[in-house]
């Protein structure tokens, strides 16, 4: 009993390593994370620094003059920026709930040994993943056939739905953590498909749902392509979509400075500190929901990312 507790203290030991290592890998990571931290904050102190500031002595952490011209200047419309918010907020929740739903239903069936088409399904994932039909045809699928056009489903069904990569991932875990003899016992027990895969399979496939959800959450909120693509009426402009459009304008006026008054426009326009103003608006809510992800991040990914 002695001897058995004097080789369990020394695996331990073994597994935590020595008080110096693992005080220098703490270091080693605060610092990275410092480093990785000082973007951030130099695109916040741009986006409050005077435009002359910029103009002269470049992007600085301690600038001279402070300002918030660049977020009166975006914030002179404040309807349409929140209206931007609130159509973000319901694509990004609304199609990562739906994303995650369908990818665990053809996920769930591709990692069940006994189900007659698994490879076939298993094939048509990762064809998608290699080939695609091109720019026209889906640009013609969803305007000619389903059209979509100005519609909030839009900036929700083309090209972010389902996403065969993420497809994989879910199928591996599901393979790998989800043990085959905890469905037989519940099948003997007279519980069916549905309900084995609502109270069974997704309760212990946190972590994976989670990770697979942040990364859809990340992909709906930067998403400004389908906005530009199928997108004219206000009403339905995205947060990414209006701030791209913005910076779109201001490299418009940019290059047309003939006139003389898109040249007194563009003189008195914090060009470089909105630009820093629209990344900080853009990226600010994601930031914060990045935490309550982070926790599963790593297990659902090295579990679900071994590909078999």
Same mark, same amino acid.
């Given at each position: 009993?002695?001897?058995?507790?004097?080789?369990?203290?020394?695996?331990?030991?073994?597994?935590?390593?020595?008080?110096?290592?693992?005080?220098?890998?703490? @270091? &080693? !990571?605060?610092?990275?994370?410092?480093?990785? #931290?000082? $973007?951030?904050? =130099? /695109?916040?102190?741009?986006?409050?620094?005077?435009?002359?500031?910029?103009?002269?002595?470049?992007?600085?952490?301690?600038?001279?003059?402070?300002?918030?011209?660049?977020?009166?200047?975006?914030?002179?419309?404040?309807?349409?920026?929140?209206?931007?918010?609130?159509?973000?907020?319901?694509?990004?929740?609304?199609?990562?709930?739906?994303?995650?739903?369908?990818?665990?239903?053809?996920?769930?069936?591709?990692?069940?040994?006994?189900?007659?088409?698994?490879?076939?399904?298993?094939?048509? @994932? &990762? !064809?998608?993943?290699?080939?695609?039909?091109? #720019?026209? $045809?889906?640009? =013609? /699928?969803?305007?000619?056939?389903?059209?979509?056009?100005?519609?909030?489903?839009?900036?929700?069904?083309?090209?972010?739905?389902?996403?065969?990569?993420?497809?994989?991932?879910?199928?591996?875990?599901?393979?790998?953590?989800?043990?085959?003899?905890?469905?037989?016992?519940?099948?003997?027990?007279?519980?069916?498909?549905?309900?084995?895969?609502?109270?069974?399979?997704?309760?212990?496939?946190?972590?994976?749902?989670?990770?697979?959800?942040?990364?859809?959450?990340?992909?709906?909120?930067?998403?400004? !392509?389908?906005?530009?693509?199928?997108?004219?009426?206000?009403?339905?402009?995205? /947060?990414?979509?209006?701030?791209?459009?913005?910076?779109?304008?201001?490299?418009?006026?940019?290059?047309?400075?003939?006139?003389?008054?898109?040249?007194?426009?563009?003189?008195?326009?914090?060009?470089?500190?909105?630009?820093?103003?629209?990344?900080?608006?853009?990226?600010?809510?994601?930031?914060?929901?990045?935490?309550?992800?982070?926790?599963?991040?790593?297990?659902?990914?090295?579990?679900?990312?071994?590909?078999?």
């Amino acid at each position: 009993m002695e001897v058995k507790m004097v080789n369990q203290k020394r695996f331990r030991t073994h597994r935590e390593g020595s008080p110096w290592a693992s005080g220098l890998l703490h @270091v &080693f !990571f605060l610092v990275m994370c410092v480093f990785c #931290l000082f $973007p951030i904050v =130099l /695109v916040l102190i741009a986006s409050f620094t005077d435009e002359s500031i910029l103009r002269t002595g470049g992007y600085t952490y301690f600038p001279k003059i402070w300002s918030t011209a660049a977020y009166r200047y975006l914030f002179i419309d404040i309807h349409q920026l929140i209206r931007a918010y609130g159509v973000t907020i319901v694509i990004t929740v609304g199609g990562t709930l739906t994303s995650l739903f369908i990818s665990s239903l053809v996920a769930y069936p591709m990692s069940r040994q006994d189900f007659p088409y698994r490879k076939i399904l298993s094939f048509y @994932v &990762f !064809f998608t993943i290699l080939l695609n039909g091109g #720019l026209v $045809p889906w640009y =013609l /699928v969803y305007t000619q056939i389903i059209d979509l056009r100005d519609t909030i489903w839009a900036l929700m069904i083309p090209g972010l739905l389902m996403n065969g990569f993420n497809v994989l991932i879910m199928r591996t875990f599901f393979s790998n953590s989800v043990p085959i003899s905890v469905i037989e016992s519940a099948r003997i027990d007279g519980a069916g498909e549905w309900r084995i895969f609502f109270q069974l399979v997704l309760p212990l496939s946190v972590s994976v749902l989670a990770t697979i959800g942040m990364f859809t959450t990340l992909a709906y909120w930067n998403d400004w !392509f389908n906005g530009l693509i199928f997108i004219s009426d206000s009403n339905y402009f995205s /947060v990414q979509y209006l701030m791209t459009k913005a910076l779109l304008n201001i490299q418009f006026l940019t290059s047309h400075t003939e006139n003389a008054n898109s040249a007194k426009l563009i003189s008195e326009m914090p060009q470089n500190s909105i630009i820093m103003a629209m990344a900080v608006i853009g990226i600010g809510p994601i930031l914060i929901s990045y935490p309550f992800f982070q926790k599963y991040l790593v297990k659902g990914l090295t579990v679900g990312s071994v590909k078999g």
